[in-house]
């Protein structure tokens, strides 16, 4: 009866360490790609201004002259655009999650500890644990390359579908494409950046596992020979 609760208890703790590591390692490649995302913010907004400049029939150096003329008269008509400035105000808005990477750092060192003490308490062998960790860590990676380098596609399917459709059906197709290949152009370095981080810790953990196996393999061959 105890030695079924032992094991229970272990398959428990295992488990649990292993959803910790998964968040871990989701949270590293998250934390990559939004800091890489927030780099470029300059390129969105250039973007976005180049897609207003397209809706409004005007010249860059046009609206570069109304911006001037507003900004030594803000109360004058057709002002009032830069006096809301949304373009400056979400770029403001999105460089100000720059302030939270300290606390999902301190998130992933906890997860990571917890995920390996918990596996450590369900293997009972710290070689063992490290091979888990290392396996996990290899597959998990090379999942999220998958994810980054097909999230483009899956976010084209997803406009797509008959909800989001309903959901926009007061806004043309036209401008849903253009603002997702606003959104996209502005994605595209952090996307390729983060599925060859992924493709590069896959690899990484992918061969520390093989070397683990091997060392593995020896320790029990050596424990069978000394029992002979």
Not at 126 to 142: E, G, P, T
Request: hydrophobic share 45%.
């Amino acid at each position: 009866m105890n030695r079924n609760i032992n094991k229970f208890l272990k398959f428990l703790s295992r488990g649990l360490g292993y959803l910790l590591i998964n968040l871990t390692i989701t949270l590293i490649f998250f934390a990559f790609f939004a800091n890489l995302s927030l780099q470029e913010t300059d390129k969105l907004k250039e973007n976005l201004q180049n897609y207003i400049l397209e809706q409004s029939n005007i010249t860059k150096e046009e609206f570069n002259t109304l911006k001037s003329l507003c900004e030594q008269n803000p109360n004058q008509e057709g002002c009032e655009f830069f006096k809301q400035n949304p373009i400056d105000n979400l770029a403001t808005k999105i460089n100000s999650y720059k302030n939270y990477f300290s606390i999902i750092l301190f998130i992933i060192i906890s997860l990571f500890s917890f995920g390996f003490i918990f596996i450590f308490l369900g293997s009972n062998n710290f070689l063992d644990a490290i091979h888990k960790i290392s396996l996990n860590l290899s597959l998990q990676s090379f999942f999220a390359a998958f994810c980054y380098k097909f999230l483009p596609n899956i976010l084209n399917s997803l406009l797509n579908t008959n909800y989001f459709i309903e959901l926009a059906k007061n806004v043309s197709q036209e401008e849903i494409n253009k603002v997702l290949s606003i959104i996209l152009n502005w994605l595209a370095r952090p996307l390729i950046k983060t599925f060859n981080l992924a493709i590069l810790l896959g690899i990484i953990f992918l061969i520390i596992t093989i070397i683990l196996s091997i060392v593995k393999k020896k320790n029990i061959n050596k424990l069978k020979s000394s029992n002979k």
